[in-house]
């Protein structure tokens, strides 16, 4: 048995919770990848798979031994890297995540990473809060950009790096000229927009959260017209509505979203007030965690004037 290869398998078992999906992801049949799983259960002599009709989680043995596969497999990666800058190019995976609102600034940052590093490859993920934070603790990700106000939540085992301060947009058809070039329209209160056909985020997400507490905050409840958890769904919503059509949604999106549209006519971003809501938006990592050389790559971007020159052209309060 390949120790190194069984709980590469593990590892995928954990990332997918269902077995055909991680043989499909790490290449292999169904069987051979539950034939791995058993041989390493007999290895250690503990059952680590809780099965049934379908995977069922992991034993208490199973997280230990996930636990210790997660620490190898980041050791050989950072191995790799290392041996990789000795022969004279830097190359490795570096697993990056984002809530779904800051997918765009996190995709911007993988590519130009990769114009600095050739050999980097960026796996770039869109995942919750909750799920970014539990895998940066058990070192399935290497660096992620969210909410870094929600950390002390964590306690210290997470640190954070400040890249912007998110600003939040009404988006609305323009029901006069569908034609007409993307504008930015006058500021409206969060009061006004609790009476709109809001289709917002589902109430899982944090996202959602802040857009609750702003509404909270003018004493108003929102009954939304349509949720969902797909920010492009979000965007869709309100493309499609036909101007003069009473079932017409808006949207509330935040900066990093707003510029993803900007080249679509016939839409309209004002800028919500009273009140003013900010939220910090920042680069996420294990507090004490050995960096591999592909995500000290990254921390260097983060810190640099060309990102930060991003940063305020795509995030934050967009300039009209």
Known sequence: MNLLTSMRYLVALNEHRHFARAAQACHITQPALSN???????????????????FAGFTPEGGQVLATALAMLRAEEGLRQELSVSAGVLRGQLRMAAVPTAMPMLTRFAAMLRQRHPGIMPVVLSMSSAEIETG????????????????????PRLQSWLQYQEHYYLLCRDMQCDSRPFAFGADIAWNEVAALPL??????????????????????????????NSVLSLVTAVAES???????????????????????????????????????IGFMTQQGMAPTRALLAALELQDDDEWRVQCLRHAGALEE
Do not use: W
Request: charged content about 25%; glycine content about 8%; overall charge neutral.
């Open 136 to 155: 940066l603790e058990d070192l399935s990700l290497d660096l992620a950009l969210g909410y870094s106000a929600r950390l002390p939540q964590r306690g």
């Open 199 to 228: 289709c917002l985020l589902t109430p899982d997400m944090h996202n959602r959260k802040v857009i609750d507490e702003a509404f909270a905050a003018v004493q108003r409840e929102v009954q939304p017209a349509m949720e969902t």
């Open 36 to 54: 791995a799983l058993k041989a390493l259960e007999d290895e250690f002599g503990a059952v680590i798979v809780r099965r049934g009709r379908s």
């Open 242 to 280: 036909i101007p003069g059509d009473g079932s017409a949604m808006v949207t509330v999106l935040p900066g990093a979203m707003v510029a993803t549209v900007r080249h679509m006519p016939g839409l309209i971003a004002r800028p919500l007030r009273s009140p003013e809501l900010v939220t910090p």
